[in-house]
């Protein structure tokens, strides 16, 4: 076997372990991606969320074998682009961030949901945010955050 092969944060890998190993740990554990949090191994926090081929996803709920050829972005790989840099604003501005537990899960989801809808009202965002758990702010600043940055991002999404 010539291993599972996947991109992740734009870097080809090769994972030569189990298929049936836990996207979550792989990316912890072998990837040494942080920003990628062990909240409940169930799919309910949101703190473990990657983009797969742009979806979000819970990486806790994903195989390594579900992942062959397909594109992973963890926190680590977003941080470097423009979009991030406009969502960090924003949610700095209100100060949505407390503990930063659920940041990572917050801002992928915040992408996920202007990459399908830039122009996203208060009831889609908080949909859009709906799978991730904060339980520090209360989640109106992070709504607000995702309001500035789908004003301000205007042409990146």
């Not at 797969?52 to 682009?81: P, Q, Y």
């Not at 979009?83 to 915040?110: E, H, N, T, W």
Request: contains cysteine.
């Amino acid at each position: 076997m010539d291993g599972i092969r996947f991109l992740l944060n734009g870097q080809e890998r090769t994972w030569q372990g189990s298929a049936g190993e836990r996207l979550l740990e792989v990316l912890r554990d072998t990837y040494q991606c942080k920003s990628v949090k062990c909240g409940c191994k169930e799919g309910e926090c949101g703190a473990c969320s990657v983009l797969l081929d742009g979806r979000l996803v819970n990486s806790c709920c994903v195989a390594m074998g579900a992942v062959e050829g397909a594109s992973i972005v963890t926190m680590e790989g977003f941080r470097e682009t423009e979009r991030f840099r406009v969502l960090d604003k924003a949610y700095a501005s209100v100060s949505a961030v407390q503990c930063g537990f659920c940041i990572p899960g917050m801002i992928l989801a915040s992408e996920a949901l202007l990459a399908k809808n830039p122009h996203p009202d208060e009831e889609e965002i908080r949909e859009g945010l709906s799978g991730n758990l904060c339980r520090c702010t209360g989640y109106q600043a992070i709504v607000k955050a995702v309001q500035i940055a789908a004003g301000e991002g205007d042409g990146l999404w």
